[in-house]
């Protein structure tokens, strides 16, 4: 019998919060799920937001000079679906949803208005997915918001496989 080490345990704890990072460059948008994320640094202020390097928004957020990262309202399992069940290479997910443009054209959803708005101040490759060093740039209001936990979204198959 295997031990468990303490990533899988808290991975497997599901009890991490999920993002929606969306991306822009020139024409091209798109939106994913995210469940690695964290705060990176304190002093300066710091995210980092690990992007799948299989998916769409990885190849457009490359370019982009700042990604926006919603949390993703407890109530909202559809938008997860939607970010984390369907690729953009076979789908545009802002298609049928409410979105405005921010800074450099990014997408900020409107059903998640708790978000970060970040400048990709570096990328660090972290295996089958990259992360991005993003300094705060706008802060949309913080009021309370629970967040959509990785445990509450088990049944999403992803977009892409890993």
């Known amino acids: 019998m295997s031990r468990e080490t303490l990533v899988e345990r808290v991975a497997d ?4 919060p999920l993002h929606i990072v969306t991306a822009c460059h020139g024409h091209r948008r798109d939106g994913c799920l995210v469940a690695f994320a964290t705060q990176g640094s304190m002093k300066p202020a710091r995210m980092l937001v690990c992007l799948s390097t299989a998916n769409l928004t990885y190849r457009i957020a490359v370019s ?3 990604l926006a990262v919603h949390l993703v309202p407890a109530d909202r399992h559809d938008l997860a679906v939607l970010f984390g069940g369907r690729t953009g290479d076979d789908a545009d997910k802002l298609a049928d949803i409410a979105w ?13 208005p708790v978000r970060l708005i970040g400048r990709v101040v570096s990328r660090h490759p972290f295996g089958d997915h990259e992360g991005f060093l993003l300094e705060p740039l706008e802060d949309a209001d913080v009021a309370k918001q ?6 509450e979204a088990g049944d999403i198959r992803a977009g892409h496989s890993v």
């Open 13 to 16: 704890s599901g009890a991490m």
């Open 64 to 66: 982009s000079p700042a």
């Open 100 to 112: 405005m443009a921010g800074p450099g054209g990014l997408p900020l959803l409107d059903d998640c």
């Open 146 to 151: 629970e967040p959509l936990l990785t445990r």
